[in-house]
Structures are given as structure tokens and as C-alpha cells.
T-cell receptor, first 111, second 115 residues
Framework: GQNIDQPTEMTATEGAIVQINCTYQ??????LFWYQQHAGEAPTFLSY????GLEEKGRFSSFLSRSKGYSYLLLKELQMKDSASYLC????????????FGAGTQVVVTP | EPEVTQTPSHQVTQMGQEVILRCVPI?????FYWYRQILGQKVEFLVS????????KSEIFDDQFSVERPDGSNFTLKIRSTKLEDSAMYFC?????????????FGPGTRLLVL
């Protein structure tokens, strides 16, 4: 089976940086996505990694190490509106298009 | 910006009743999905759909569930004989392609409460 682990909650102050880790154990890794989900709302796409390395998109960056089964999402210059759950999701080669989600990391940004 | 829409936003039903959840995917997308999220739990895959047929389904998606694309724009999830444990947020998603890097865009969800 698949295992995707993320910390449950992280707290950081406005303007700071937070790094959300995700480790996965899958057979046939085929890409990793990060989504943001505000309470009661839909997940919204943030980033995608399939090759090792860093992908940067404005204040958000995502890193992948396939050999370690590890990814992180880096949020810089935190804003209050960044308070949300951040979901790590994996695709595998034995599946057609299914995203398998971790439980999500709740980030709380304080003033 | 194009987006996935879902109706209704909330649905309350009695146990044993049938419900139909509706989705309008992004217009040029060809791949469609349903996920659910029980309160406080992770998002779970239910089914994917392409070219008018199911491509993949999870073990959750048993005979109680069915999907349909009745016309060129709608994509529906039918839940027959609802159970208390079907109470969840149901998300529809769509993607332009089926490749590994294709982003799935999610609708706002339908919150289903079974009493």
C-alpha cells in the first residue's frame, strides 16, 4: 500500500518562513503535488514535482528527492491568508490518474 | 479564469435515499474525477472517468455509487441508498489530460449530510 506522512500542524509568525515536509512510501512513484485547502473549501493547486530538485513559484517553492521519498513545501514571507491546510498528494505508475493524499498539515500564521 | 462548479453546495438527505451530486468540469477538460473528504480526514479518491467510461475506481466506489456524463457539460455522482457514513464533502475535479503531470482542478464541493 501507499503511505504519505505529513506533520499535523505547524505555527509560524507573519513574515516568517515555514517548511512543510512530506514523506512517502509508494510503489512506482509518478509525481507529487502540493495543494492548499482553506477550511470548508476545495483544494487548490500549488506545485508539481516529478524530477529531483526545487521548483519555485513566487513565495512558494517545492522540493523533491525521489531516492529519499521526500518532498517539502516552503512558504516564504508568510501572510495571514496563508493559514490553511497544505496537502501532499502522490501519483503512482500503477494508477491511471488517482491522486493519493496525505492527511494535510494545518499551518497557523500568527501576527 | 475557468473553474469547476458543483451543485448543490449542501445536501441533507435521509438514510436510504438516493442523491445526485452535479458537477460542471472546466469546458476543454477531458478527464473527470470524484473525491470525498469525511470531516477531519484526508481527501480520498473515488473514481476517474474518461471517454464516457470509468477509468479507475477505489474500493470505496462500490455498487452504491455510479457516475454519468449525461450531456456535454455535466458530470454526476449518484449515491443510492445513502448511509450515515456517506456524510462527507464530495469534490469533483477535472484535468485537461491524463498524463502524470496534469493538474487536477477541484470544484468547491458538495457537503452531504445523511441523517
Amino acid at each position: 500500500g501507499q503511505n504519505i506522512d505529513q506533520p499535523t500542524e505547524m505555527t509560524a509568525t507573519e513574515g516568517a518562513i515555514v517548511q512543510i515536509n512530506c514523506t512517502y512510501q509508494t510503489s512506482g512513484f509518478n509525481g507529487l503535488f502540493w495543494y492548499q485547502q482553506h477550511a470548508g473549501e476545495a483544494p487548490t493547486f500549488l506545485s508539481y514535482n516529478v524530477l529531483d530538485g526545487l521548483e519555485e513559484k513566487g513565495r512558494f517553492s517545492s522540493f523533491l528527492s525521489r531516492s529519499k521519498g521526500y518532498s517539502y513545501l516552503l512558504l516564504k514571507e508568510l501572510q495571514m491568508k496563508d493559514s490553511a491546510s497544505y496537502l501532499c498528494a502522490v501519483k503512482t505508475t500503477d494508477s491511471w490518474g488517482k491522486l493519493q493524499f496525505g492527511a494535510g498539515t494545518q499551518v497557523v500564521v500568527t501576527p | 479564469e475557468p473553474e469547476v462548479t458543483q451543485t448543490p453546495s449542501h445536501q441533507v438527505t435521509q438514510m436510504g435515499q438516493e442523491v445526485i451530486l452535479r458537477c460542471v468540469p472546466i469546458s476543454n477538460h477531458l478527464y473527470f474525477y470524484w473525491y470525498r473528504q469525511i470531516l477531519g480526514q484526508k481527501v480520498e479518491f473515488l473514481v476517474s472517468f474518461y471517454n464516457n467510461e470509468i477509468s479507475e475506481k477505489s474500493e470505496i466506489f462500490d455498487d452504491q455509487f455510479s457516475v454519468e456524463r449525461p450531456d456535454g457539460s455535466n458530470f454526476t455522482l449518484k449515491i443510492r441508498s445513502t448511509k450515515l457514513e456517506d456524510s462527507a464533502m464530495y469534490f469533483c475535479a477535472s484535468s485537461a489530460g491524463g498524463g502524470r503531470g496534469e493538474t487536477q482542478y477541484f470544484g468547491p464541493g458538495t457537503r452531504l449530510l445523511v441523517l
